[in-house]
T-cell receptor, first 114, second 116 residues
């Protein structure tokens, strides 16, 4: 079974700071990887996803993530955050074969100080 | 498309009462997922359906929980009897995997359940 670890539970940054949120997964096979965002009071929305190919994936709102297979990691980055990026961020992993479930991490709450 | 629709958005009930949560997936999507989100446990998958058939209900916490999908455009999650520890936000999500094993899930706005 797959599992996902997000080590940062709450991150506080000032506007214009650079962001990196960690995500590590555990799974023996080929995976599909996702980052979702949940703005306050809203539902989860997809930020970006990786299936294959270029391990550097670009998503919406200036976010990107890099898949490093040797480290089982899929960290989310943004060079300069804005107040509107305040939200909770979830990493998720799905098997490329076998079942259709996504396993979500516990989330990282990001607070941006103006 | 209107996206995934859930109702009600908020539900407050008393312990012991029956609660029914409703979900309408995105038209054409063949997978439907029910999740529960709490501060303590994060986002948990309860059950999912493919073409209206339950595939995996291993996340359903106990027999008080049941879910049905009578047709492609409607699903319910029922809790009977409800308990205070069931208080959470319940999300429905749908997906069109089109041959993939996992792909983007589109989430509804959630139902915030409070059991007093």
């Amino acid at each position: 079974a797959q599992s996902v670890s997000q080590h940062n539970h709450h991150v506080i940054l000032s506007e214009a700071a650079s962001l990196e949120l960690g995500c590590n997964y555990s799974y023996g096979g080929t995976v599909n990887l996702f980052w979702y965002v949940q703005y306050p009071g809203q539902h989860l929305q997809l930020l970006l996803k990786y299936f294959s190919g270029d391990p550097l994936v670009k998503g919406i709102k200036g976010f990107e993530a890099e898949f490093i297979k040797s480290k089982f990691s899929f960290n989310l980055r943004k060079p300069s955050v804005q107040w509107s990026d305040t939200a909770e961020y979830f990493c998720a992993v799905g098997a490329n074969f076998g079942n259709e479930k996504l396993t979500f991490g516990t989330g990282t709450r990001l607070t941006i100080i103006p | 498309d209107a996206g995934v629709i859930q109702s009600p958005r908020h539900e407050v009930t008393e312990m012991g009462q029956e609660v029914t949560l409703r979900c309408k997936p995105i038209s054409g999507h063949d997978y439907l997922f029910w999740y529960r989100q709490t501060m303590m446990r994060g986002l948990e998958l309860l059950i999912y359906f493919n073409n209206n058939v339950p595939i995996d209900d291993s996340g359903m916490p106990e027999d008080r929980f049941s879910a049905k999908m009578p047709n492609a455009s409607f699903s319910t999650l029922k809790i009977q009897p409800s308990e205070p520890r069931d208080s959470a936000v319940y999300f429905c999500a749908s997906s069109n995997l089109a041959g993939r094993h996992t792909d983007t899930q589109y989430f509804g706005p959630g139902t915030r359940l409070t059991v007093l």
